[in-house]
């Protein structure tokens, strides 16, 4: 019921991705005008801003200077080859890898200022689905979402049927293909239910309606008020209102 | 609070429901992995009958040294075990979800501390009489070696939760984690063993006993703290 309450968007939608420095260039930058009403009730604005990042590892230079900007209802897909650096971005966001310089601000807080409240807000998926081989799909969601939140058993029924995923839902997860765990991930990922979405390659392994159907979690998503940030490589079915594009070049 | 953006009908999890599901995970998983569970303990079990096939089946030679010969096979025993502590969840990813799951990550990880002691500490200080009474230890002192034990265990798991936190990100880590555990674990091997012998000499061993208590409570508050940042370090 909750999911159908909050289909009205009203924030404006002003996302600046701006990356002048070296390392990553800019794409596609589509109208960034909002096609939204104005906003008839207040609703709490959510910014995840990153101000001049640079990250070595080793020696070698990976984040050059990444500045992005996401506001509520945004989504910033993040492309670029293999090793521009699009997976240690979405870990720097998160607060996983310590940038050696800049900052990120969520809600115009330092994320490391409360780290634990930020991650409360926070989903983050990395390329392999964080499941453990020798539990169902079902426990793995009760142990995975229930450390963040309650989770209703119904409520889990009906994300995974969502994703295709209830026929199998109490199979080992090692028992599973790819692209069966990937769906059991994205499941988790809706019940987590946390505004702010990193994902990276949420669409690895699927097939072209799971593909297709992840452009819609993450456009319903924003629809709600949510923000995302996915490093992608094929064309989300996303509306080009809500979809910024940061390209991530390895030289 | 503003997550009204998001709607979500449920409330979050307290720490201590969010503790209690690590520690229920972790129990499940390792039932259903038995051989792990299994391999320190049938370590244990075949070092200390090694002995007296070494020594001499002499009962009266063979209780001199039982204390030792308990002790060290426990310690390396419970090394044995230690590897798996933060393995498997760093290779699987669900690690990275404890430390991004907005619950602290300190007391996740001493849920699974926890839960680690009561699957390879518990079971070794049931299984230490048995090894005892093999080494010519009197039945009298097998409750002072139970109770050592199971109090040394405690200390030994918490030790080695910031010895494998630490080793998560090298490859092949288990001689890095013997030479970073096994000095730390020094106390109680000594008093755990001091401990196991006043036992057998049918002396009041509460001395020593105290002092292992000491150390595990030491453990219970500093350790998880550290093996906290550890697992920030190496999951970067």
Known sequence: MSRLAVSIKTQSLTLRVDTRAYGAKLLNLRDSRAIVPPPTEPMPERRLQAENLHLWRGDRHVLRGVRLCVNSGECLQITGGNGAGKTTLLRTLSGLMYPEEGTITWGGENIRRDLQAFHADLAYIGHEPPLKPDLTAEENLRYWVGVRRKLATHDMNRELGRLGADQWGNRPIRTLSAGQKRRVALAGLLLIAAPLWLLDEPTTNLDAEGQRLVGTLIEEHLARGGLAVAAIHHELTISPAVIRRLELSSK | ?236
């Open chain 2, 1 to 236: 609070m503003n997550t009204s953006v998001i709607e979500t009908s449920s409330t979050g999890t307290s720490a201590l429901e969010a503790a209690r599901l690590v520690l229920a995970r972790d129990i499940r998983l390792a039932l259903r992995k038995r051989g792990q569970l299994i391999q320190p303990l049938a370590f244990f079990a075949i070092v200390t009958t090694l002995f007296p096939l070494g020594i001499s089946p002499e009962l009266s030679r063979l209780r001199d040294v039982a204390p030792g010969v308990l002790w060290v096979a426990a310690l390396l025993s419970s090394l044995l075990a230690l590897e798996f502590l933060f393995r498997d969840d760093a290779q699987d990813g669900t690690l990275e979800q404890h430390v991004l799951s907005g619950q602290s990550l300190t007391w996740l990880l001493f849920a699974k501390t926890v839960a680690h002691w009561l699957l390879t500490g518990l079971p070794l200080a049931v299984m230490a009489p048995l090894a005892g009474l093999s080494l010519g230890v009197p039945a009298a002192a097998l409750s002072g070696i139970v109770v050592s034990v199971a109090i040394g265990s405690v200390a030994l798991s918490l030790i080695g939760s910031i010895g494998a936190a630490l080793t998560l990100g090298v490859k092949r880590s288990g001689a890095l984690l013997s030479l970073l555990t096994l000095p730390l674990s020094m106390p109680v091997l000594i008093f755990g063993a001091r401990a196991t012998e006043l036992a057998i000499r049918g002396a009041g061993f509460a001395p020593p006993l105290y002092l292992l208590g000491a150390l595990a409570v030491l453990g219970i508050t500093l350790a998880p703290l550290a093996a906290a940042a550890a697992v920030r370090i190496s999951l970067e």
